[in-house]
């Protein structure tokens, strides 16, 4: 019987031994998971906002087209507004939309105000920029205010 108790003791060191090593394979394997999982949203953010750094560099550009658009009856230069606009929302930019709203101090900048709604944008001064959500540069406004000083 000796012997037998000491098969039987050597079976339930070997089982307890087994166990901790598929827990250990377990969670090396949910581990990898883990780390594959967040190398693909890595890919996936660095995807999203690769063209962050030339959109930036495009954006003094945009300024003086849409100035000029501001300015112009020239129907082509309004058409290549829309165009560049188009293209640029493709690529998940999106224009800051001020006019008439309340100024929104997490996406405009004022730069001015002058007599109106209180908190109102009365006119864009420089467009903002968003990517995928993210703001790239804040629209320079010009707000209301109701009782101007002279």
């Known amino acids: 019987m000796g012997a037998r ?7 339930i060191e070997l089982e307890e ?23 693909e949203e890595e890919k996936r953010e660095y995807v999203k ?6 959109i930036v560099r495009l954006v003094p ?3 003086t087209l849409f100035l000029a658009g501001k300015y112009t009856t020239d129907e ?9 606009v188009e293209a640029l929302r493709d ?6 939309e001020t006019e008439g709203k309340e100024f929104d101090p997490h996406t405009m900048e004022v730069v001015t105000t002058g007599e109106g709604e ?6 864009e001064l420089r467009p903002g920029f968003a990517l995928n959500g993210k703001l790239i540069r804040p629209a320079q406004v010009k707000v209301g205010k109701k009782d101007i000083e002279n």
């Open 49 to 54: 906002y690769a063209n962050k750094d030339f």
């Open 76 to 84: 082509s230069v309004k058409l290549t507004i829309k165009t560049i």
């Open 61 to 63: 550009a945009f300024d």
């Open 118 to 123: 209180e908190g109102k944008v009365l006119e």
């Open 5 to 11: 108790t000491k098969k039987t003791q050597e079976n």
């Open 17 to 39: 031994k087994n166990a901790v090593l598929t827990d250990q394979l377990h969670r090396s394997v949910a581990d990898y998971r883990n780390l594959e999982k967040r190398i």
């Open 91 to 96: 690529l998940g930019v999106e224009i800051i």
